[in-house]
């Protein structure tokens, strides 16, 4: 099955310092990569996702990049804001036995200092 | 659209008890989660389903059991609670269609189980 890793758990950053979070995933069968953020308390909710026939995707402060070679993704946060303080999650997405699968990370912790 | 729901919100169990949790998504999706959120963890799967009749076991799937008899209803029962089930647990959905397009997860608010 696929395993997805995670890096750094914890990240710390001063306001208006950029934030790249590292995802790597075991199986070249997935095809569909989405981020999560879930503030203190709240559900996980999508804040950008890529699938496996784009390399680079741009929303506003957000960005996320592919390597399909190398299996492995990561977020990127430009001029990070204190409501930017969140756990993050990336998640890898495979088809399994026909059914969609989907496997998420162990999550970062983004605290930004204003 | 509400979305995806969860009820109860909140819910104190005593050792042994028994319950259910039930979600409803109304976007006509076919994919359902069942997910446990530890305190500071990550989220782990318990149980999904692809569609209604079909269901599968996560990576949790011990103490639990699920059904899926309607599209929109994917209740998850807890028999004989343990201090262990102590979690968050989110509900979820997505859509995927027949050429096998995958779609974000949308998650429920959450139900917090205490068992003492």
């Given at each position: 099955?696929?395993?997805?890793?995670?890096?750094p758990?914890?990240?710390?950053?001063q306001?208006?310092?950029?934030?790249?979070?590292?995802?790597?995933?075991?199986?070249?069968?997935?095809n569909?990569?989405?981020?999560y953020?879930?503030?203190?308390?709240?559900?996980?909710q999508?804040i950008?996702?890529?699938?496996s026939?784009?390399?680079?995707k741009?929303?506003?402060r957000?960005?996320?990049t592919?390597?399909?070679?190398?299996?492995?993704f990561s977020?990127?946060?430009t001029?990070?804001?204190?409501?930017?303080?969140?756990?993050y999650?990336?998640a890898?997405?495979?088809?399994?036995?026909?059914?969609q699968?989907?496997?998420f990370?162990?999550?970062?912790k983004?605290?930004?200092?204003? | 659209?509400?979305?995806?729901t969860?009820?109860?919100k909140?819910?104190i169990?005593?050792?042994?008890q028994?319950?259910?949790?039930?979600c409803?998504q109304?976007?006509?999706?076919?994919?359902?989660y069942?997910?446990?959120q530890?305190?500071?963890?990550?989220?782990?799967?318990?149980?999904?389903?692809?569609?209604?009749?079909?269901?599968?076991k996560?990576?949790?799937p011990?103490?639990?059991?699920?059904?899926?008899?309607?599209?929109?209803?994917?209740?998850?029962r807890l028999?004989?609670?343990?201090p262990?089930?102590?979690?968050?647990?989110?509900c979820?959905?997505?859509?995927?269609?027949l050429?096998?397009?995958?779609n974000e997860?949308?998650?429920?608010?959450?139900?917090?189980?205490?068992?003492?």
């Amino acid at each position: 099955g696929e395993n997805v890793e995670q890096h750094p758990s914890t990240l710390s950053v001063q306001e208006g310092d950029s934030a790249v979070i590292k995802c790597t995933y075991s199986d070249s069968a997935s095809n569909y990569f989405p981020w999560y953020k879930q503030e203190l308390g709240k559900r996980p909710q999508l804040i950008i996702d890529i699938r496996s026939n784009v390399g680079e995707k741009k929303d506003q402060r957000i960005a996320v990049t592919l390597n399909k070679t190398a299996k492995h993704f990561s977020l990127h946060i430009t001029e990070t804001q204190p409501e930017d303080s969140a756990v993050y999650f990336c998640a890898a997405t495979e088809t399994s036995g026909g059914y969609q699968k989907v496997t998420f990370g162990t999550g970062t912790k983004l605290q930004v200092i204003p | 659209n509400a979305g995806v729901t969860q009820t109860p919100k909140f819910r104190i169990l005593k050792i042994g008890q028994s319950m259910t949790l039930q979600c409803t998504q109304d976007m006509n999706h076919n994919y359902m989660y069942w997910y446990r959120q530890d305190p500071g963890m990550g989220l782990k799967l318990i149980y999904y389903s692809v569609g209604a009749g079909i269901t599968d076991k996560g990576e949790v799937p011990n103490g639990y059991n699920v059904s899926r008899s309607t599209t929109e209803d994917f209740p998850l029962r807890l028999e004989l609670a343990a201090p262990s089930q102590t979690s968050v647990y989110f509900c979820a959905s997505s859509y995927s269609n027949l050429a096998g397009v995958y779609n974000e997860q949308f998650f429920g608010p959450g139900t917090r189980l205490t068992v003492l």
